[in-house]
């Protein structure tokens, strides 16, 4: 088995999602008692998010950048960003060890069911920029998103909730209005493409099939882990 290396922290909610995920899938794969052999390197959120807000992308790369050198020196062959805002820094982690991207795995799992039109949901930074709906398009997908009002409520629920581990019946609500919308826009499917948002809705909250990039990432290092 391959050691996979895991960039964690953004938020501490979805990395545990991470290491379960990618546990369970191993055991799944090999049964008995086998765990996977994974090593985390978990970063303060709250040294992150100001980067984020002023834009300095180039401080937060660094920041990524050196947790990826951690990983590489405790044995880790691969590494994953957990979030997906954080593919906007990309180049900077792939640069140091062999990158598993969440918009490529996330975009095999659409294609394989057929979906080439989705809604997409995550923080304004990957609803927004082209770093992600980008990389989807490469493989022939194209994006919808909510409004600006909807995209604002959104990012909201993350920051403001999700990220602190809150879960309301309030903000489920407002993520459910949100997909109705996004459904009457000839979307087939729609990604959370934020790695909380599945902490707080699930396929009962909508009338089209939903991928949780997280599950689909941590799923798909564990198969790479298991690869020959």
């Known amino acids: 088995m391959k050691t ?3 960039i964690g ?11 379960q995920e990618i546990n369970r899938r ?10 996977a052999r994974i090593v985390v390197d978990s970063i303060d959120f709250a040294e992150l998010v100001p980067l984020q807000e002023r834009g300095d992308w180039a401080a ?10 951690r990983l590489k020196a405790a044995g880790a062959g691969i590494v994953l960003i957990g979030a997906n805002t954080m593919h906007k820094v990309a180049a900077n982690v792939e640069a140091v ?8 795995a996330t975009a095999a799992q659409l294609l394989a069911g057929g979906h080439n039109k989705v809604g997409l949901f995550g923080t304004r930074y990957t609803m927004e920029q082209d770093f992600y709906t980008g990389r989807l398009a490469e493989h022939g997908i194209a994006t919808r998103v909510p409004d600006s009002n ?22 489920r609500a407002v993520y459910r209005d949100e997909m109705a919308r996004l459904a009457t826009r000839g ?12 902490l707080l809705v699930s396929g009962d909250d909508c009338a089209l099939p939903l991928f949780d990039t997280a599950l689909i990432h ?3 290092a564990a198969d790479w882990a298991l690869a020959p």
């Open 4 to 6: 996979i290396g895991l």
């Open 9 to 19: 922290g953004m938020s501490w909610e979805s990395t545990v999602v991470y290491y």
């Open 26 to 35: 191993i055991t799944q794969r090999l049964g008995g008692v086998h765990s």
């Open 60 to 69: 937060a790369g660094e920041l990524l950048a050196d947790s990826a050198r």
């Open 97 to 104: 060890l062999p990158l598993l991207h969440i918009a490529d």
């Open 150 to 171: 909807g995209r604002d409520r959104i990012h909201r629920v993350i920051y403001d909730e999700l990220c602190k581990g809150i879960f309301t019946e309030a903000s």
């Open 187 to 198: 979307v087939s499917a729609i990604v959370l493409g934020c790695t909380e948002i599945g």
């Open 218 to 220: 941590a799923h798909a």
